[in-house]
């Protein structure tokens, strides 16, 4: 009998001839003893894929089943166990703590290893599922009684005698309908559900033991629970198996895990700063915004100051707009039913939408969205090609139906503003209309003081064809001109095949903050389903008629959202230029109110944002009040300052640096507001 031998591809491009059936792990240790023990799992590609086609979407906070079972798209690369035999040539790449995709593996480790110690103490209880998340991980459990505080810290120690124990992860293997039976013998329902749900019928499921315990697992894992180095359990929440209040209730425990107690004790030091940042509090205590009970969860009321820095934000954003060529609009917060029904909104958005109010005329929705709106101002008079690309921006204020209970601050709300656009354009413009977006977008995120992002191109499934409108042909161009727009810019992205929506294509943005967190901001999306529903045309220059192109974009996203992001980034000391207050004055005595009503008036003159504290405070109490605001510049003025016609500057950050005739602070102050600098 003659062992087929297979070709495995390191990274170094060195070609490794083994016998079928080699491990990952011999190969490591054929490399080095060092490498081998590092190692956590192996990522391999097919010799025909490419490396940027990257498995999945990564795991968000709440990772859906399907992503967690779902078998990968064969082309892409995929993570495997260190003793995984390989079959077929290869690409090869050990992965070790560095890697992130790492740490996601010994996090669902970490859940398998909370499992093990809940059945341990707890051998009534029956398993959902456990994955990784960006935070950490979960695991559902149904148990009749519920957890107490003492039993987390119990399964906690629990955990820690399992990791002691050091057991392998071994990956088996049972043909799918002996794993259902046994399921169902135990009662397993949720196992049940997911083997399913998951896999074909005739197919053999996968296992993960360590130990007594077993788990249906997709896998990959860490080779051993000794591996589980640093962890800690969070919390405890409950819900419905299945999200569904007629199910029994599950119980969530949540947890995180960590390559090492360093990299655990920064995470919780990180989230005591987000706590301190919290845009909610910061809020409140720089009156920026509120929320009214009176008037309803998920409104937004802009006081003064916060105002202030959206007038700044919305005044840059339209200049912004006109320099770039579009047009501004503005559209009605509220129209006929008839319109959303010609737009489909009145079919598959009517769950996010407030419901009709009845007019004497006939019945009104709020708009979820801009787009049909502008829609209607492109299409009140004919165009031709000559009239495109169309280019429509409003700062349009949008309402969608969030359930009570699941609003957050600034951060999800029921009304909110977008800075809305749509191009509408010709099928030869659309790359150049895409390079300008993303262009656009990077100038936010820079001016606003982002200096990292990342970029996520969501195509759609070709073998699902009856999901999406549009034609092939509108696919190919689409998804063609976001990758040629993105490599010319010469964006690094990751493309998540699948997550496109049924109606285009898009592009993602996600900002990075200060302290290392995503958001989801801006994004450019194709649009293939409302120019057909609405029959948009333009005349092109062979005369004919032709559907336009149509692509939505925000930047900002959400004016709202974007603002507790800024907020949270800064830790509400925003740049000078958005400050709402840029320069505090405190005169030392009444004697000097005069002179600090000069000094106002002519900082307002040069166009700075200037308040006046001349309560009959101690210079001291005023002083440290302006500082509480997190004010940019605090100047003091006394009997010196006032016959030498000067100010005392207090800067933020940096305190007191002297005095400086007025004409020189205000010529300073303006060089730093008029170049939007992030250094103050
Ligand atoms: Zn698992
Ligand atoms: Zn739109």
């Known amino acids: 009998m003659s062992t087929q031998t297979i070709a495995v591809h390191l990274p170094d491009g060195a070609i490794r001839n083994v016998p079928a059936g080699t491990t990952p792990l011999e190969i490591a240790n054929s490399i080095s003893p060092r490498l081998a023990a590092a190692a956590v799992v192996a990522r391999l590609t097919p010799l025909s894929g490419t490396k940027k086609q990257d498995a999945g979407g990564g795991a968000a906070e709440q990772p859906s089943e399907a992503a967690m079972y779902a078998t990968q798209d064969g082309n892409a690369a995929r993570l495997v166990d260190l003793t995984a035999p390989l079959t077929a040539d290869t690409r090869l790449e050990l992965i070790t703590e560095k890697d992130p995709e790492a740490l996601m593996v010994v996090r669902h480790s970490a859940a398998h290893v909370l499992a093990t110690a809940v059945l341990e103490l707890f051998p009534e209880t029956k398993l959902g599922h456990g994955p990784a998340t960006d935070a950490g991980f979960f695991y559902d459990f149904y148990r009749e009684t519920p957890f107490t505080p003492e039993d987390l810290a119990a399964i906690e120690a629990k955990m820690r005698e399992v990791v002691a124990r050091d057991e392998k992860f071994v990956r088996e293997h049972e043909p799918r309908e002996q794993a259902l039976a046994e399921f169902d013998r135990d009662g397993d329902f949720m196992k049940t559900h997911f083997v399913t749900k998951f896999t074909e019928p005739g197919a053999e499921v996968s296992f993960y033991r360590n130990g007594k315990f077993v788990d249906f697992c997709r896998g990959p894992h860490v080779p051993s629970t000794g591996r589980v180095k640093a962890f800690k359990v969070l919390s405890l929440a409950g819900a419905y198996w299945l999200g569904d209040e007629k199910n029994p209730q599950l119980q969530r425990i949540y947890g995180t895990a960590f390559f090492s107690q360093k990299a655990l004790d920064e995470h919780f030091a990180r989230l005591e700063e987000a706590a301190k940042r919290d845009h909610r509090l910061l809020g409140k205590q720089l009156d920026l915004f509120s929320i009214q009970e009176l008037a309803g969860a998920g409104l937004i009321f802009w006081h003064p100051r916060g105002a202030m820095i959206r007038k700044v934000m919305e005044d840059w954003m339209r200049e912004e707009c006109l320099r770039r060529g579009y047009l501004l609009v503005y559209t009605p917060h509220v129209a006929r039913v008839n319109l959303w029904q010609t737009s489909g909104h009145e079919g598959f958005y009517a769950q996010n939408m407030f419901t009709p109010m009845e007019l004497d005329d006939a019945n009104y929705r709020m708009k979820p969205m801009n787009c049909p709106f502008h829609i209607l101002i492109y299409k009140n008079s004919p165009k031709s090609y000559r009239d495109l690309p169309a280019r429509y921006a409003e700062l349009g204020n949008v309402y969608r139906y969030e359930r009570s209970g699941t609003m957050h601050g600034l951060l999800r709300v029921r009304g909110f503003t977008q800075d809305d656009a749509h191009i509408f354009c010709t099928p ?242 303006k060089a730093l507001i008029g170049s939007q600098s992030t250094e103050l």
């Open 428 to 669: 030869g413009q659309i790359e150049d209309e895409v390079v300008a977006c993303i262009d656009f977008a990077e100038a936010v995120l820079k001016t606003f003081g982002f200096n990292e992002f990342k970029v996520e191109l969501s195509t759609w499934d070709p073998n699902d064809r009856a999901h999406y409108a549009g034609s092939d042909e509108n696919w190919a161009l689409a998804e063609r001109s976001l990758r040629t727009a993105l490599e010319r810019k010469g964006i690094e992205y990751k493309t998540i095949p699948g997550e496109a929506a049924f109606y285009g294509p898009k592009i993602d943005i996600k900002l990075v903050d200060v302290l290392g967190r995503l958001w989801q901001l801006s994004t450019v999306q194709f649009d293939f389903n409302l120019p057909a529903r609405f029959e948009l045309e333009y005349v092109g220059e062979d005369g004919e008629r032709h559907q336009p192109v149509m692509v939505h974009r925000a930047l900002f996203g959400s004016v709202e959202r974007f603002f507790g992001v800024l907020i949270e980034h800064y830790a509400g000391a925003f740049p000078l230029w958005l400050a709402p207050v840029q320069a505090g004055l405190v005169p030392i005595s009444e004697r000097h109110h005069a002179y600090a009503k000069k000094v106002e008036a002519e900082l307002k003159a040069a166009g700075l944002r200037v308040e006046i504290d001349d309560r009959n405070e101690k210079m001291n109490g005023k002083i440290r009040d302006f500082a509480n605001q997190k004010t940019p510049y605090i100047l003091v003025f006394g009997d010196k300052e006032e016959a030498a016609g000067t100010v005392s500057v207090r800067t933020r950050g940096k305190g007191d640096q002297g005095s400086m005739p007025l004409a020189e602070f205000i010529a300073k102050a």
